[in-house]
């Protein structure tokens, strides 16, 4: 079945760099519209970044001007590269992607989660 494959997190310095990857294997669905959300320890989760079919982008205010998304369409993949890190940064970085069949069926997709850790 389609899943959501995250890897790339790590612990970094302030400042820094790391870049996630999320994969969607398999070729049913097709994927739409996928996003980059992250959660700090006892808050709630946040939307990152966006990135449309056709590559329009959105960010957070918090981001903007250091993390950028991008897509490989071939490969299924939407890519996170977080640069300038800060310690406010620091969260469990999940991806999601919606995708639709033929059929009309839609469909939304969660990755594991993959942890990010800035220290100052």
């Known amino acids: 079945q389609v899943q959501l494959v995250e890897s790339g997190g790590g612990l970094v310095q302030a400042g820094g760099s790391l870049r996630l990857s999320c994969a969607a294997p398999?070729?049913?669905?097709?994927?739409?519209?996928m996003d980059w959300y992250r959660q700090a320890p006892g808050k709630q989760r946040d939307l990152v970044a966006t990135?449309?079919?056709?590559?329009?982008?959105y960010y957070a205010d918090s981001v903007k001007g250091r993390f950028t998304i991008s897509r490989d369409n071939a490969k299924r993949t939407v890519y996170l590269q977080m640069n300038n890190l800060k310690p406010e940064d620091t969260a469990v970085y999940y991806c999601?992607?919606?995708?639709?069949?033929?059929?009309?069926?839609?469909?939304?997709?969660w990755g594991q989660g993959t942890q990010v850790t800035v220290s100052s």
């Open positions: 990135i449309t079919s056709g590559g329009s982008t």
């Open positions: 999601d992607a919606r995708g639709s069949d033929y059929l009309g069926d839609e469909y939304d997709y």
């Open positions: 398999g070729s049913d669905v097709s994927i739409n519209e």
